[in-house]
């Protein structure tokens, strides 16, 4: 898979940045371990099954991934937020 950067440019798909980002916002959330290994299973692994032989952009990557987390974890998409919200300071 292919993921086309804000910028236009691409990289090759690297599944464990959707698996780090996910549980470092769930444990940033204050969620356990045993419900980090649920959403990682119930959401990082499907999406990556599903993009893994596609060309994606990764803002709609994003948005696929937030979808996903919000219908299990808003604490995690709330994280997710602040985390994206520092970044851009």
């Not at 959401?43 to 994606?56: M, Q």
């Amino acid at each position: 898979m292919v993921v086309v950067k804000r910028d236009g440019k691409t990289q090759k798909f690297n599944p464990s940045k959707i698996k780090k980002a996910i549980e470092k916002t769930a444990k940033d959330a204050g969620l356990n371990s045993a419900k980090r290994k649920d959403l990682l299973k119930e959401v990082a692994l499907p999406i990556i099954k599903l993009y893994k032989h596609k060309r994606v952009k990764s803002v709609d990557l994003r948005k696929v991934i937030l979808r996903r987390l919000q219908s299990r974890s808003k604490a995690t998409v709330a994280e997710w937020r602040r985390w994206e919200k520092r970044k851009k300071k």
